[in-house]
């Protein structure tokens, strides 16, 4: 199956899913990066504008992030509203702060993102809307997503995509060449980039996923990141069941 037609795949997956749950509608947090602009441009194309919310929720990022979110939002016509999640980050922060509890850099990072997610949730409980996922198939098989920040969502469209395939499926729906091939960040600190956090390259990634040969270094990054992240893609561990009397 070609590329194109798999995109109809996702559509028609999105088209069903809202019908079968009787959803009045999609909410997504666009970054301005190619997962969440190709996520976008799947649903605009399966539910129309009407039925997707898109929310921009800067939280100390970058200027440029939110502009870069603005710009796909304005090039593929979808809604959009953008909401500051900063003080809800610094108030939390502080009162950590205030019981003497330092947090470090990472757990700032997943903090951030989980906000993020908590305000997509409150707006789709209240829209009756369900929250769309973001994540590769790349991020997916690393664990390179925030255990219930990007990681939680009611459906998850594009996870059977590798990155080269979710850059070039964007510019096929229209998403602006500069933005589809902006360097891949989730900009939760300065110089921060996904490639540079995983230790691997997405080129080694896809293929490595799609069974061509990779360096053994390459190789090994992988599989210790696929190992280390089982917990984020297992169901919850429960004790066994309890047989009563």
């Known amino acids: 199956m070609k590329l194109e037609q798999y ?16 959803a009045k509608g999609y909410v997504l947090g666009l970054s301005g990066g190619v997962d969440s602009s190709l996520v976008a441009a799947l649903t605009r194309k399966a539910v129309g504008k009407e039925k997707l ?11 440029s992030d939110l502009e870069d979110a603005i710009k796909v939002a304005e090039a593929l016509d979808v809604r959009y509203l953008i909401l500051d999640g900063e003080k809800s980050f610094e108030e939390t922060v502080k009162q950590f702060a205030d019981q003497d509890v330092n947090l470090d850099k990472l757990s ?3 903090l951030k993102v ?72 989730a900009g939760l600190f300065e110089g921060q980039t996904d490639e540079k956090e995983m230790g691997v390259s997405y080129k080694d990634l896809d293929d490595f996923l799609l069974g061509k040969k990779v360096a053994l270094e390459a190789e090994e990054r992988i599989k210790h990141l696929h190992r280390v992240s089982e917990h984020k893609r297992a169901p919850i561990p429960e004790p066994e069941e309890f047989i009563r009397d």
């Open 53 to 63: 919310m898109c929310l921009m929720m800067p939280i100390q990022s970058h200027p």
């Open 108 to 110: 700032l990072s997943n």
């Open 114 to 185: 989980r906000i993020r997610m908590t305000m997509l949730y409150a707006y789709g409980q209240a829209h009756g809307y369900l929250v769309l996922g973001t994540d590769n198939m790349d991020e997916r098989y690393t664990g390179y997503f925030t255990k219930y920040g990007d990681g939680a969502a009611d459906l998850l469209p594009i996870t059977k995509l590798t990155k080269g395939e979710v850059v070039e499926a964007a510019k096929i729906l229209g998403v602006p060449c500069s933005l589809a091939e902006r360097v891949p960040t």
């Open 7 to 22: 995109l109809d795949v996702i559509v028609k997956f999105l088209q069903d899913y809202l019908e079968k749950t009787h």
